[in-house]
Nanobody, 122 residues
């Protein structure tokens, strides 16, 4: 599965951005992780194509929303009320092995898109 991410950019605190990730084939689960400067890769959100379940990291809950377009095998991440601490390279990830359940562990994902930079200025 190949993933193509897009939509990053520079925005002021309190602003919004929308990221997209298109998959060449639909994996069981798709999610977003991010990696800030000098930090480890961090879970953001995952959604299941099979069950429809979604899991958000506490740090983004209520501000970020993931959605799926079944016709395009694409997920979108709408990011509102952005904060400077949201600044990171965002990676979309696909899990083609776990049919049931979702994971926040990046090691469980076998497909990764190229990163897209999100910068939030204060």
């Amino acid at each position: 599965v190949q993933l193509q991410a897009s939509g990053g950019g520079l925005v002021q605190a309190g602003g919004s951005l929308r990221l997209s990730c298109a998959a060449s084939e639909r994996p069981f689960n798709m999610g977003w992780f991010r990696q800030g400067p000098g930090k480890e890769r961090e879970f953001v959100v995952v959604t299941s194509w099979t069950s429809g379940s979604t899991w958000y990291a506490d740090s983004v809950k209520g501000r970020f929303t993931i959605s799926r377009d079944n016709t395009k095998n694409t997920v979108y991440l709408q990011m509102n009320s952005l904060k400077p601490e949201d600044t990171a390279v965002y990676y979309c990830a696909g899990d083609t092995r776990r049919r049931i359940g979702v994971s926040n562990n990046p090691a469980m994902y076998d497909s990764w898109g190229q990163g897209t930079q999100v910068t939030v200025s204060s």
